[in-house]
T-cell receptor
Framework: DAKTTQPTSMDCAEGRAANLPCNHS???????VYWYRQIHSQGPQYIIH???NNETNEMASLIITEDRKSSTLILPHATLRDTAVYYC?????????FGAGTRLTVKP | GAVVSQHPSWVICKSGTSVKIECRSL??????MFWYRQFPKQSLMLMAT?????????EQGVEKDKFLINHASLTLSTLTVTSAHPEDSSFYIC????????????FGPGTRLTVL
């Protein structure tokens, strides 16, 4: 599976949009981009995934560049409860391998 | 999505004893489940893939005789840490693969193991 690169940490003001970038320059044509988040001492929570089109659900939006080498997860109106580690994963096989992720801190 | 539970949520045991952790898929029949381990301030590391009715597949460096996995039904997989030692203290998390074309995984809440 392709590797991903994410910033180690980011801050965001409460109520503002949080934009979390992810680079996956070695992604292959059949690999999906997945985003999960993990709040302290809990299991990872699924957020969203996509292949090449932009996706939106009740939690977030996923913007994938046309060349698919990078993507951005957007939390439109961040709240304090969105403070977590966010993982960007690309995969085609069943197993899912986590990188270090981005620690997002939403501040009042 | 799938609802996944784990039991116990936390456990403390003495060194040398064995501990069993259960992972249940409450609303989905899972032929494949995954076990992860997470040490403090680190990311999740895949330990093994649990296949219903067959032997588990272990990742490189994970001792199959120490971490016994049983996936006897489509809704239950168990991980037994045998002869636990303090270095086995960790957060153990299971996940269920929906098996759809998009292969979304849903994770359990995790089990914190502390070995004294």
């Amino acid at each position: 599976d392709a590797k991903t690169t994410q910033p180690t940490s980011m801050d965001c003001a409460e109520g503002r949009a949080a934009n979390l970038p992810c680079n996956h320059s070695t992604i292959s044509g059949n690999e999906y981009v997945y985003w999960y988040r993990q709040i302290h001492s809990q299991g990872p929570q699924y957020i969203i995934h996509g292949l090449k089109n932009n996706e939106t659900n009740e939690m977030a939006s996923l913007i994938i560049t046309e060349d698919r080498k990078s993507s951005t997860l957007i939390l439109p109106h961040a709240t304090l409860r969105d403070t977590a580690v966010y993982y960007c994963i690309v995969r085609v096989n069943h197993d899912m391998r986590f990188g270090a992720g981005t620690r997002l801190t939403v501040k009042p | 999505g799938a609802v996944v539970s784990q039991h116990p949520s936390w456990v403390i045991c003495k060194s040398g004893t064995s501990v069993k952790i259960e992972c249940r898929s409450l609303d989905f029949q899972a032929t494949t489940m995954f076990w992860y381990r997470q040490f403090p301030k680190q990311s999740l590391m895949l330990m093994a893939t649990s296949n219903e009715g067959s032997k588990a597949t272990y990742e490189q460096g994970v001792e199959k005789d120490k971490f016994l996995i049983n996936h006897a039904s489509l809704t239950l997989s168990t991980l037994t840490v045998t002869s636990a030692h303090p270095e086995d203290s960790s957060f153990y998390i299971c996940s269920v693969n929906l098996g759809t074309s998009t292969d979304t995984q849903y994770f359990g809440p995790g089990t914190r193991l502390t070995v004294l």
